[in-house]
Each structure stands twice: as structure tokens, then as C-alpha cells.
């Protein structure tokens, strides 16, 4: 990457004032505009430099930045990511005042942890930033694990007059008792007893929102999924909108059966081979 010296470009000094760098730059711009030099390649590409130049010179704040770099500039370039492309400027300005410049300061990370219900819910955690003070961070309702959230200007201070670093905190969400998360939808397994799944009838669950009633129909398999439409997760920045909840049956067999309990599962029994010992 060639370095560009916007001084020598402007033809002007480095202790120019600013009326001198707005004069030299209208006298430049003048001259190489491309009307005054129609199919010039070489008059465009000094026009875009005297542009670039003045950008710079003009603004008291990138002149300072392109005046501490100076001669060091190789060293900047080295240790920067590849700058954000822009086609109206060089890759040695991109490198400057992009936004992954290396005047930048660096990026710090962290992890907090949140449960289910709080990723439900939404909620405020507070961490400490570069400098020690207390920041908070607000936790919109559907985060999803491992998820990243920037926090902008927290992170390091740039040692040469650049933008703050960020914080980026990575979202842990620890494990749940009753649910299991898949996306935006909320998987759950329901005891139910036995009776309730061959005959059918009313169960009652806790959601993360309160109580919910569904009305199972009779003969339900075990490990029958249930799907309720907008009872999952919350979708994350989309107000309104919800995964699912996906209810897995389990039956519960009864722990000790009485006489007359027994008596009727054998009636069950051979009513279902199909009417009793000897027939087929």
C-alpha cells in the first residue's frame, strides 16, 4: 500500500494554515476537474487525490490523526484488519479513517449469564468497562445462547486520538429444569396419567407466562407431540411474534394397583387378544 502525503499532493506545507490548504485546493480542483479534461485518466485520478487530500487537511481532526501517524504509518498498516472498502478513496485513507482503522481502540470481550426466563422476559445486567465504571446492559426479550451483543465506545481508549473500542458480551443461557429450547420454540415433556391418556380429557402445564389447559381426545400414544402455536420464545427485535411450544406426552403407569384395578386390566387384556384364553 503506498503512502499518500496529502501535503505534497496540495502542494502546500505541513505548517499550512487552513485558509492556504482551501486555496490550493480550489486551484488544484480547478485545473484537474474532468470537465477541463475530457478522457484525461491521469487528470481524474489527481482530481480524486486532490479530493482525498483536502478531506483530510480540512478537517482538524484527521489532520491530527494523519500528523501523529507520520512516518509510522507502515506499522499502523500492519497491525490493522482489512479496512472497509470505500471506491471514492484509496486503500491508504480506508486504512486511516475506516472502520476498522487501527486509531481505533480495541475491543474488549466478556459473557454474563441469564436463565431462560430472563431471555423470556427481558432484562438489565450491569458490567464494568474499560475505565471501571458500572455500565448497563439492557437484555431484549428472545436473545438467543451464545449470542453477541456490541456495547459501542466501552472498550479501550485509542492511545492516538481514535474512536473507543467496543465490549462485546456474548450471552450464556444456563440450562432449564422443564424446557428445552429449539430456536424461538420451547420443547416440553408433560406427565400425564395413564387414565387421562386413554380416555382423554383435561391437563393443565406452566408456561414461562402462566398456567395453560389443553383437552387431550381419547387414545393418545406415548411420546404424542403436541404443537401450541405462539407460546414459545419471544423473536428477538420482532414485537409481537413468538416461536411455538411443543408438548411431548408421557405417561405416567400407575405405582400399585388394587384388586379390583388388576381384575380390570385382565378384562382389558383379553379383550384386546381378542376375547379371552383360547381363542385366537
Request: glycine share 10%; net charge positive; aromatic share 8%.
Amino acid at each position: 500500500m503506498e503512502y499518500k502525503d496529502y501535503y505534497k499532493i496540495l502542494e502546500v506545507g505541513r505548517n499550512a494554515s487552513e485558509q492556504d490548504i482551501k486555496k490550493a485546493f480550489r486551484r488544484l480542483a480547478v485545473q484537474f476537474h474532468p470537465d477541463k479534461n475530457p478522457g484525461d485518466k491521469q487528470a481524474e485520478e489527481r482530481f480524486k487525490l486532490v479530493n482525498e487530500a483536502y478531506k483530510v487537511l480540512s478537517d482538524p481532526d484527521k489532520r491530527a490523526r494523519y500528523d501523529r501517524m507520520g512516518s509510522n504509518w507502515q506499522r499502523f498498516a500492519a497491525q490493522a484488519a482489512e479496512p472497509a472498502a470505500d471506491g471514492n478513496f484509496s486503500d491508504f485513507f480506508n486504512l486511516l479513517f475506516g472502520d476498522k482503522s487501527p486509531f481505533k481502540g480495541k475491543d474488549l470481550r466478556g459473557k454474563i449469564d441469564i436463565s431462560l426466563e430472563e431471555a423470556f422476559r427481558g432484562c438489565e445486567k450491569t458490567i464494568r468497562d474499560a475505565e471501571g465504571k458500572l455500565i448497563s446492559i439492557k437484555v431484549r426479550p428472545g436473545v438467543r445462547h451464545e449470542q453477541v451483543l456490541r456495547l459501542k465506545g466501552h472498550g479501550a481508549k485509542s492511545a492516538l486520538g481514535g474512536a473507543a473500542g467496543d465490549i462485546l458480551i456474548t450471552i450464556n443461557i444456563l440450562p432449564h429444569e422443564r424446557f428445552r429450547r429449539e430456536g424461538d420454540d420451547l420443547l416440553l415433556e408433560l406427565p400425564v396419567a395413564l387414565y387421562t391418556m386413554v380416555l382423554g380429557g383435561r391437563v393443565s402445564l406452566e408456561t414461562l407466562d402462566g398456567s395453560l389447559s389443553l383437552k387431550l381426545p381419547p387414545a393418545n400414544q406415548n411420546g404424542k407431540q403436541l404443537k401450541i402455536a405462539n407460546h414459545g420464545m419471544p423473536r428477538f427485535k420482532q414485537d409481537g411474534q413468538r416461536g411455538d411450544l411443543r408438548v411431548t406426552l408421557r405417561a405416567v403407569l400407575p405405582e400399585s394397583l388394587s384388586p379390583a384395578e388388576l381384575a380390570l386390566f385382565q378384562q382389558l387384556a383379553q379383550l384386546g387378544q381378542g376375547g379371552g384364553p383360547g381363542k385366537p
